[in-house]
């Protein structure tokens, strides 16, 4: 596939990957009972007195870690593979390959594709022209300290209920600017001009109180634009949530203020339009200073936010390494896929990766097979200390054997 080239300036991939996501997957190993853990030995709780064990269900609870969890987790070991939930047709006949996916976070880039179709790029990180904001950048006249007093007094911090900033060069550009400075920055304070002792200050205070900073005030924001900033959001190794979040942080706003079309991979590069209500331009292209692994850029006002589901797709770029085939092999399977395509099987994140085999408990909720379901459920997992929950699962074995056995009609309400 190919991939227009951007013509602005990215982060470097690979210089800022996570060390947790390149750290190899290290299986875990049952533990048995007497086994050195940590220089210590694991010892088997004593019963308490006056308690008995029943040796009937411990061992029905040791078999079913043994039969049930052991088979799973064999499958861990070496990843849940294609063949382990019935993957096994193939559109083509020719022999594949074989390869890895995703060893590194930039090996997966991600374009959205919008609602009319075009796919999103990130090639612009200039700001559109707007009388209506200031001509420098509203950030930099505030020092510091003025900053944090005024955040304090921005969430109820600050006892004395105002913020006096001295106008150093007292002039009504450099008024103006520290008037739209607190508003923009600070969403819920208002200001005024006041000469004090001789010199004049501008002192901000809250006009609304705290539902101010629920959502942007209307007044501020002028009426011939419109009230969504859209732009196109650049990460890298980031959830979409995570960058939402991280995004409401350093804008102080709520993050049910940003909307978006659909939620992209982790690990990955990914591409994406955002909309932000009642934020300016240029305080959402100051982000790209001080956010790593973000940029921002593309940015436009529009009426209306962004919903979920409004995306027409994604377009994909990956890089499979350590290819175990001949170069025939890869021709052969390339052109087959160009062709022809694929069968579309749910992806294999959708089947779990951890001793809770996910997609045997839902068919067996499909087949109404409830004593299943709580078997696979609550019964002890590889790893685990089986004497650590027969506390718990033992008497809810005995209940459910004899709720079972009644045929109680509200089982599954009951579980």
Same mark, same amino acid.
Request: hydrophobic share 35%; glycine share 8%.
């Given at each position: 596939? !190919? ?24 299986? #875990?190993?049952?533990? $048995? ?25 411990? !061992? ?14 064999? *499958?861990? /070991? ?16 020719? #022999? ?75 002039? /009504? ?16 304070? !208002? ?45 890298? =190794? #980031?959830?979409? *949530?995570?960058?939402?979040? $991280?995004?409401?942080? &350093?804008?102080?706003?709520?993050? =049910? ?14 591409? @994406? !339009?955002?909309? $932000? ?16 692994? %973000? ?18 797709? =994604? ?12 170069? @025939? ?21 959708? &089947?779990?990766?951890?001793? $809770? ?9 499909? @087949? ?27 008497? &809810?074995?005995?209940? %459910? =054997?004899?709720? %079972? ?11």
């Amino acid at each position: 596939m !190919e991939v227009a080239e951007s013509t602005v300036p990215l982060p470097t991939r690979e210089k800022r990957s996570c060390p947790e996501e390149e750290t190899p997957y290290t299986p #875990k190993r049952v533990r $048995v009972e007497g086994e050195e853990i940590g220089g210590r030995e694991e010892k088997c709780p004593e019963n308490k007195e006056g308690e008995e064990e029943e040796p009937g269900e411990i !061992e029905e609870l040791r078999n079913g870690v043994e039969e049930d969890g052991e088979s799973f987790a064999d *499958m861990m /070991k070496h990843g849940l593979m294609e063949r382990d939930v019935g993957i096994l047709k193939f559109i083509s006949d020719h #022999k594949g390959f074989s390869g890895i996916l995703k060893e590194r976070y930039s090996d997966f880039v991600v374009h959205e594709i919008n609602k009319e179709g075009v796919t999103v790029y990130l090639d612009n990180l200039s700001v559109p022209v707007d009388t209506e904001d200031p001509p420098l950048d509203v950030s930099a006249v505030l020092t510091d300290q003025q900053k944090q007093q005024l955040e304090e007094l921005q969430h109820f911090k600050n006892k004395e209920g105002s913020v006096a900033i001295k106008v150093v060069d007292d002039t /009504k550009e450099q008024r103006t600017l520290l008037h739209h400075a607190v508003k923009s920055l600070f969403p819920g304070l !208002e200001t005024k001009t006041e000469e004090r002792e001789g010199l004049k200050h501008i002192v901000a205070y809250h006009a609304a109180g705290q539902m101010a900073l629920a959502a942007p005030r209307k007044h501020s924001w002028p009426k011939s634009r419109g009230s969504f900033c859209h732009c196109v959001l650049y990460k890298e =190794n #980031k959830d979409t *949530m995570d960058a939402i979040n $991280v995004l409401s942080k &350093f804008l102080r706003v709520k993050p =049910n203020l940003i909307s978006y079309m659909g939620t992209k991979d982790k690990r990955a590069i990914t591409v @994406q !339009e955002i909309a $932000v209500l009642k934020i300016s331009a240029q305080r959402l292209s100051h982000l790209n200073k001080c956010l790593m692994n %973000f940029k921002l850029g593309n940015f436009s006002y529009k009426k209306h936010p962004l919903k979920l589901g409004e995306l027409q797709g =994604n377009h994909f770029t990956v890089v499979i390494r350590n290819i175990s085939g001949s170069d @025939q092999q890869v021709e052969q399977a390339m052109t087959s896929l160009r062709d022809t395509g694929f069968i579309n099987y749910y992806g294999m994140q959708r &089947f779990g990766t951890t001793a $809770v085999p996910t997609y045997q408990v839902g068919r067996a909720i499909l @087949q109404n097979s409830w004593k299943e379901v709580m078997d696979l459920i609550l019964k002890p997992r590889p790893g685990g200390s089986l004497f650590a929950v027969i506390g718990f699962t033992a008497p &809810f074995m005995s209940t %459910f =054997n004899i709720l %079972f056995s009644a045929g109680s009609p509200s089982l599954h309400f009951l579980c």
